[in-house]
């Protein structure tokens, strides 16, 4: 209770934040500060594209992280790109003081906070930013109410626009409800213009000829990683079908298809990064994933996209917005997802050549 006291105390001692040292851009400079995750950015991505539709005169920038900068900083709609996660606690945010402070000494004409999070420390590095306006999707009232602190009200933020969660559950939806709010139109269909570059030299050599499915089993969150039964299983499904068979190289997935026995038929896939991995995607005829960042990377690039995933609220509010992606939903987990349904969506595509009617 005394540190919250002491947070309030301090954002209404400090007062409005006062200009930047910066000199005002020519265009209107808007910083966009997004949630962290890969997934998540490339959700947002549509918003970015929709407001510089909107206002091509301005100056769009955005705050990222080490892991998701790849999937934004080509983004045609992006001006710059900060690398600067404003959650780090203090003993651990020492390494972007340099660009922290050369954030604060910017001038912007809009801030606008996508993360509806109360975090004391992300909420006082915005009061430090400099901005002509603070906007904010609404915070949820359970959430100011827990925290005790209305970043509203303390005057962190001017205002408050779009949908809140209660309304709008979708997440790429509810980041595009603020689209209106600053003299845009939401779009009927969702563009997301990743434009991640094409390597120089191709991948004839490290790819398989013929069709291609690049298969993931695991994810980082709980519940959406297949077992090593369920993988494997689905693999020696997939031997019926004339495609081949991709993984990425990464440990985990090593550990988990350790147990199938026919280890010549997968391509293991090296990838040094999320461009990397996303041109490395472009060269698939369809994907199959776990509900995870390789289902939002590889759908928003236009690849036939089957998401495996629980039948759980939050994780459909998180399904992509996109005609490519088709569903395979386990009942109440993703234990329960049978592998025949999983061949038998795979053999609908690959005859039909489109994606199957799964909903």
Not at 13 to 23: D, F, I
């Amino acid at each position: 209770m005394l540190f919250k006291l002491l947070f309030k105390w301090c954002i209404r001692l400090t007062g409005k934040s006062k200009p930047g040292l910066e000199v005002t851009a020519e265009k209107p400079r808007v910083l966009i500060i997004p949630y962290n995750a890969i997934g998540d950015m490339v959700m947002t991505a549509p918003l970015f594209t929709a407001l510089k539709k909107a206002h091509p005169d301005w100056q769009l920038e955005v705050l990222c992280s080490s892991r998701n900068q790849d999937i934004i900083r080509y983004h045609p709609a992006i001006q710059r790109c900060w690398q600067v996660d404003l959650s780090l606690k203090p003993h651990r945010a020492w390494s972007q003081r340099a660009a922290r402070n050369e954030l604060y000494s910017q001038q912007f004409d809009k801030i606008v906070y996508l993360e509806e999070r109360i975090h004391w420390v992300a909420l006082w590095r915005i009061h430090r930013l400099h901005a002509a306006e603070k906007l904010s999707l609404p915070f949820a009232q359970r959430l100011i109410e827990k925290k005790q602190i209305d970043p509203v009200a303390l005057g962190i933020f001017d205002r408050t626009i779009g949908a809140d969660y209660e309304h709008t559950p979708h997440f790429t939806r509810r980041m595009m409800s603020i689209v209106p709010a600053l003299g845009g139109e939401i779009p009927h269909k969702m563009e997301y213009d990743l434009n991640l570059p094409h390597q120089k030299s191709g991948w004839g050599k490290v790819l398989p000829a013929g069709e291609r499915l690049l298969f993931n089993p695991c994810g980082t969150q709980s519940g959406n990683t297949l077992s090593s039964e369920q993988a494997c299983s689905i693999l020696t499904q997939l031997e019926s079908l004339d495609i081949k068979v991709c993984v990425f190289d990464l440990p985990d997935v090593r550990q988990k298809l350790a147990d199938y026995p026919h280890q010549d038929r997968i391509s293991y896939l090296a990838s040094g990064s999320i461009s990397q991995a996303g041109d490395l995607i472009r060269e698939m005829s369809l994907v199959l994933t776990t509900d995870t960042s390789i289902g939002h990377i590889s759908s928003a690039l236009g690849i036939t996209t089957f998401i495996m995933r629980s039948d759980e609220a939050w994780r459909a509010n998180c399904d992509p917005l996109a005609d490519n992606t088709c569903l395979l939903i386990g009942k109440n987990t993703l234990a329960s997802l049978a592998p025949e349904l999983v061949l038998e969506q795979l053999q609908n595509f690959l005859s039909e050549h489109k994606p199957a009617a799964c909903a």
